[in-house]
């Protein structure tokens, strides 16, 4: 009996063993204590992967930390930092060019129904600054029960029309307020935002005519080249 | 009623006033300074000073306004504190130098100066901080009981972006109970959030 017991040991033990000491050093040490070895053979080529695809490995870490903390079974703690790694390598690219606690925050807005292109939105609004402040603000409205895709609209139309990072993330604190006094997270986010817009300058100019469009002959200001009614001959 | 207690009241020589108040000794010397003038435009001008009462054209007068100042510097003062301190009027404002103790959940604080975290839990004998920016280790941010022997408090400095955390009460996790908690979509548990904000 003890002899079968080895056998499926060696079987089931070594090839996870092998594959945890494949993984690179500072991968291994990445992995927070507290998991089992199961889970810790399993996380060890995930953490290898992000290494090497550059990868905020530190916010792997922090995911499988939190799991350990709340008592949650390893294999549901290997699935979700599994998953949460894959959400980082398309946060990666939808935020780039992206500082390591923007990937994480991005990641875990698509872990919320955000779609990636809203971070591309984000990103081409900010192109030059941070977005932590922005993706964190979209975050949070998310977990206060604002649809993603709503919570996107609002977060994408105040960076078109300048709002500072202040009046960011004020948002999530006066909505929860809101929300206290009784009023939807939703209808306190539309009264909100309309209150910022309000203070904003106008709505960013088009964008400027093509070569082809140049060409053409240009038209006053205001008047329409289409076909309006009612206006002077 | 007013003609009467005009009447009745007898008009106090002006002059003698001179002898009570170095104030109006002061506008009358300085007026013997000047060349000569009409000794009636002088008693018209000692009487509306008496009229005017001693104390509006007492020398004190400026520290009356020196008084006023430094009343509205400590008023000012004591409105910037009171701004500006944790739990007063909007308990999440914080400013450097200043923490950020039990708000409202989405509470907002300024990045780089120390957020600060209070939890109630007297009866606790052991309380620390765990979150994202810990990687949720009960060991890295113990709490220190406060003096009122009820709260515990620890502050911490945390880069700008939203965090989650929680306490952990004698090995029991919980979530901030003085600010609305939200579900980590991943593991399905109650956390509180916090976002701060860079300087």
């Given amino acids: 009996m003890r002899v079968v017991a080895g056998i499926v040991a060696a079987l089931v033990g070594g090839p996870m063993a092998l594959r945890a000491q494949q993984a690179p050093p500072s991968a291994v040490a990445a992995l927070p204590p507290g998991l089992d070895s199961a889970a810790r053979a ?14 905020p490995v530190m916010a792997l870490r922090v995911k499988a930390a939190e799991g350990v ?28 060019p992206a500082q390591p606690d923007e990937v994480s925050d991005g990641a875990n807005a698509l872990g919320l129904g955000v779609s990636a292109s809203v971070l591309r939105d984000i990103r081409k609004r900010r192109p030059a600054t941070p977005v932590t402040i922005p993706l964190a603000v979209l975050v949070q409205l998310v977990t206060q029960g604002i649809p993603a895709s709503r919570a996107g609209d609002i977060v994408l139309r105040l960076l078109e029309r300048g709002a500072s990072t202040q009046q960011l993330a004020e948002l999530p604190k006066v909505i929860d ?17 309309a209150n910022v817009l309000a203070t904003l300058g106008p709505r960013p100019l088009p964008a400027l005519p093509t070569a082809a469009a140049a060409a053409a002959p240009s038209m006053p200001v205001g008047v329409s080249n289409g076909n309006h009614s009612g206006g002077r001959p | 009623m007013g003609d009467r207690e005009m009447r009745d009241v007898p ?7 001179l002898r009570d108040d170095p104030v109006l000794r002061t506008v009358v010397s300085s007026l013997r300074e000047m060349p000569p003038s009409d000794p009636e435009a002088v008693r018209r001008i ?28 400590v008023l000012v003062a004591a409105g910037y504190i009171v701004g500006h301190r944790p739990n007063a009027g909007e308990r999440d404002r914080v400013s450097t130098g200043w923490s950020t103790v039990a708000q409202p959940a989405s509470r907002v604080a300024h990045g780089v100066a120390a957020t600060a975290f209070r939890l109630d839990a007297p009866a606790a004998r ?40 929680a306490f952990v009460v004698d ?11 939200v579900r980590d979509p991943d593991y399905d548990v109650a956390v509180s959030a916090l976002i701060v904000r860079e300087r």
């Fill in chain 1, 42 to 55: 399993a996380l060890a080529p995930v953490f290898a992967r992000a290494v090497q695809q550059g990868l």
């Fill in chain 2, 46 to 73: 000692v009487r509306a000073a008496v009229a005017a009462g001693p104390q509006r054209a007492s020398l004190a007068r400026p520290w009356h306004i020196a008084g006023a100042a430094v009343a509205a510097s």
């Fill in chain 2, 11 to 17: 008009e106090r020589d002006p002059m003698l006033a």
């Fill in chain 1, 69 to 96: 903390l709340h008592g949650v079974p390893s294999d549901r703690i290997v699935g979700v930092v599994t998953r949460f790694a894959e959400r980082l390598v398309v946060a990666k690219a939808a935020l780039a």
């Fill in chain 1, 177 to 193: 307020r809101d929300v206290a006094s009784g009023v939807s997270a939703e209808r306190a986010l539309d009264l909100r935002a």
């Fill in chain 2, 171 to 181: 090995g029991l996790v919980i979530a901030d109970p003085d600010v609305p908690s």
């Fill in chain 2, 126 to 165: 052991a309380v620390s901080l765990v979150g994202d920016f810990n990687s949720w280790d009960p060991a890295a941010t113990p709490m220190t009981r406060d003096a009122d022997g009820r709260g515990w408090s620890v502050a911490v400095t945390m880069p700008a972006g939203r965090h989650t955390y």
